[in-house]
């Protein structure tokens, strides 16, 4: 995804009445986060995500089944 396209969902779940993030001294994400696996992690710290390679779980939660497009991701 584009940074424009990114932005663009920011927005519509922002829409949807999601808080996107804090804007305090210390910005965090909030109700949803970016993550750009590509640069290790969330684009602003995110309380409540870990990361692992290219794919993103609750903390303190089991992995679980990894979903998307079969032809991008394959599970062994």
């Not at 993550?35 to 309380?47: A, E, L």
Request: net charge negative; charged share 25%.
């Amino acid at each position: 995804m584009s940074p424009n396209d990114i932005g663009n969902l920011v927005e519509w779940w922002s829409d949807k009445g999601f808080d996107a993030h804090d804007e305090g001294e210390k910005p965090k994400w909030l109700d949803f986060c970016v993550v750009q696996s590509i640069f290790g992690g969330p684009t602003m710290p995110c309380d409540w995500i870990e990361v692992r390679g290219r794919t993103a779980h609750l903390k303190n939660e089991s992995v679980g089944n990894l979903v998307g497009s079969e032809s991008k991701f394959s599970v062994s």
